[in-house]
């Protein structure tokens, strides 16, 4: 019917039209065609005549002087990861846990259980291992310079000691060091296996190990991203399919925090990092769909995505790059970098009961980085 209706009226215009060709009245009006001007060359007038529209942003070559440049990377920034013979260490702080001389709600106690933090001998994994030790959790740090984790789980187990003293032998926590390459599978699973035999069980698992590299996109080593992302996203991977097939075989709920960056939700300035970012952006999403694909276990995973933080390596990096340090700052808004303590509290709290209904979530701890 709508067809046939469409038709008539077509038909009928057709008729009209072809009548009126025919037979023109001598008075029809006639309107003239559109005179507008084309809106192009309104807006170029426009720029010309607005300084904020006028402004560019394409700098000259081989310079960032010019609008826009505190919004780019600068290809000249690179920086490599050091191998472990150059690597600073990183020191054993003061805890300020072990035995409980505040109230506090007991729900962050992570007394009775067993965690397992990848990247654990230095930097932010040996701090966050620092806090989940004073919580009360016993410790497993995976690292793949297991010289090094020998020695930093010894330094934990002292440090403890000192900051409650008069404690018996077995009320010290149980501090161990095993290795682990965690891009290999192989590996991760002699790993996870280990940390069991030694422990009897895994209940939680920060995945720390992960490194970041600054090289313009065009001129990255292509063997290097492969380590980078075979590093921090399949060793995230590994470990948290890993661990979670623990917990699944031995019907027990648990916890996992993967370590992010806010580098998976913005683009660093000025150094490049391109790979970097993109696989922090991978942790947080893993994260989040892990955490729905296990639910119904009753197994937890949420991500902690810190900002710019004062590792001894970093210390490294702005001391023989000093004009980083003021550039990184005057993008913070809190005005100052953080430092590895500051993540104690974020990764005690989502590992433990304190969080037991947030799953999925990004943490970013970051000063506010992300938020301008």
Not at 304 to 319: E, N
Request: with cysteine; proline share 5%; net charge neutral.
């Amino acid at each position: 019917m709508f067809k046939s209706v469409v038709a008539r009226q077509a038909a009928k215009a057709v008729s009209q039209s072809s009548a009126s060709t025919a037979r023109p009245a001598l008075n029809t009006f006639f309107r003239s065609l559109s005179s507008t001007a084309s809106r192009a060359n309104n807006d170029n007038e426009k720029v010309k005549k607005d300084p904020f529209l006028s402004a560019t942003t394409k700098a000259p070559d081989d310079t960032l002087e010019t609008e826009g440049r505190f919004a780019r990377t600068d290809e000249r920034v690179k920086i490599e990861y050091p191998d472990d013979s150059h690597m600073p260490r990183s020191p054993i702080v003061q805890g300020r846990g072990g035995m409980h001389f505040k109230r506090t709600l007991a729900q962050f106690s992570l007394e009775n259980r067993v965690t397992l933090v990848t990247g654990g001998a230095r930097g932010l994994g040996l701090a966050m291992a620092q806090g989940i030790v004073a919580s009360g959790s016993d410790l497993a740090i995976v690292d793949l310079n297991k010289e090094e984790a020998q020695e930093q789980a010894q330094g934990l187990v002292e440090q403890f000691r000192k900051e409650n003293p008069g404690l018996e032998p077995d009320q010290l926590p149980s501090v161990t060091a095993h290795y682990a390459d965690v891009s290999n599978p192989q590996s991760v699973s002699a790993a996870i296996e280990e940390v069991i035999a030694k422990h009897g069980q895994i209940d939680h698992l920060v995945t720390s190990a992960g490194f970041a590299e600054n090289f313009d996109a065009i001129s990255y080593p292509y063997d290097r991203i492969k380590k980078l992302w075979g590093v921090n996203v399949d060793g995230t991977y590994l470990f948290a399919t890993g661990v979670a097939k623990h917990l699944m075989e031995r019907n027990a709920s648990g916890s996992m925090v993967m370590i992010g960056s806010m580098s998976g939700a913005i683009v660093n300035i000025p150094q490049p990092q391109s790979p970097y970012n993109a696989s922090k952006a991978a942790i947080r999403q893993l994260a989040a769909s892990l955490a729905v694909e296990w639910a119904c276990y009753d197994i937890r995973v949420n991500c902690i995505s810190p900002g710019y933080m004062l590792t001894a390596l970093t210390r490294k990096i702005l001391d023989e790059n000093p004009e980083l340090r003021d550039k990184w700052i005057s993008l913070i808004p809190t005005g100052k970098m953080g430092t590895p303590e500051d993540l104690m509290g974020a990764v005690t709290f989502l590992l433990s009961d304190a969080s037991r209904y947030v799953t999925g979530t990004d943490l970013r701890v970051d000063g506010g980085y992300t938020l301008t």
